[in-house]
């Protein structure tokens, strides 16, 4: 048996593809752009490893997703395909458009033509699970409810309206054409792999750099905060056992103002990894300018998936900070390799524009 992962060279894809291998004998193979946010380096155990089948193209390559199919007969595909930074999408949001919604939609079409030929078993059998973002309900009140499956769609920027989009058209696809989808809502992911110009990875690469620790706006911003190896402990159980056409919602019921992650976190460091001077990573803490458009709060209700499915995440938001950072005080190399020019030039490009 086989299955297809798109994006499994980014943060979570590479996650879920460590745990599934980790778990399953089962040939996995990855379809990934290798943009700037997909690194091999995060795959490196698995090189030689005959289960793992690595293919380099766009998801927006229906040839190549018919081949792909073709060979290799997936009983499940699981796309993480996506560009996914709010910031990025605000200077640049073509190519989310291309990835998150005509990327999409090449995809459900490959999968459909493929898979209306399957013989009866196959056909039954087979799963398509689609990977979204709480961003695309849009924003809460500090007294709102947390999000549930069924909170209307009010995308606020062109990454979540991009999502937004390709999670209806996976919905149509169903509706229309029959095809078993399966999708999730995930809260903030981290841990890691986790590209450092997300807020966790940020704070710790600045922190150790001796460089500033920009905080949007008051920092007031409230995001749930979910593992990142519950968050692929949630898509198995879903792949599993989830009703067609359903919607999962996954959380990791870790509802924080984006300070108080910071300061967590430099917390931690100056436990783990004390400055020389003996001072607060604190002390690096600086203000700027808000993003546009910034959503305020999001929270998520994942009780349908533990009503539903039984999962709940099994870190708290204690453990699994504390194992994220001492990953990154492990691993430097990899840190230092992800920081290459493109990288550096996007985070002046970003934060030049931030007065403090």
Known sequence: MTILVTGGAGFIGSNFVLDWLAESDETLVNLDKLTYAGNLANLAELEGDPRHVFVRGDLGDRDLLDQI?????????INFAAESHVDRSIHG?????????????????????????????????F???????????GSLAPNDGPFTETNPYEPNSPYSASKAAGDHLVRAWYHTYGLPVLTTHCSNNYGPYHFPEKLIPLVIVNALAGKPLPIYGDGQ???????????????????????????????????????????T????????????????????????????????????DARK??????????????????????????????????????????VDQNYKQRSV
């Open 69 to 77: 199919l073709a060979t290799h007969q997936p009983r499940a595909v």
């Open 93 to 125: 949001p073509e190519d989310f458009i291309q990835t998150n919604i005509i990327g999409t939609f090449r995809l459900l079409e490959s999968v459909r033509h493929w898979w209306a030929a399957l013989p009866a078993e196959r056909h039954r059998a």
């Open 127 to 137: 799963r398509l699970l689609h990977v979204s973002t709480d961003e695309v309900y």
């Open 221 to 263: 911003q409230i995001r749930d905060w979910l593992y990142v190896k519950d968050h692929c402990s949630a898509i198995r159980r879903v792949l599993a056992a989830g009703q067609l056409g359903e919607v999962y919602n996954v959380g990791g019921w870790n509802e924080k103002p984006n300070i108080d992650i910071v300061h």
């Open 265 to 300: 976190v430099c917390t931690l460091l100056d436990e783990l990894h004390p400055r020389s001077d003996s001072k607060s990573y604190k002390d690096q803490i600086t203000y700027v300018t808000d993003r546009p458009g910034h959503d305020r709060r999001y929270a998520i």
């Open 305 to 346: 998936l533990e009503r539903d499915l039984g999962w709940r995440p099994a870190e708290t938001f204690e453990t699994g900070i504390r194992k994220t950072v001492q990953w990154y005080l492990d691993h430097p190399d990899w840190v230092s390799n992800v920081q290459s020019g493109a990288y550096r030039e996007w």
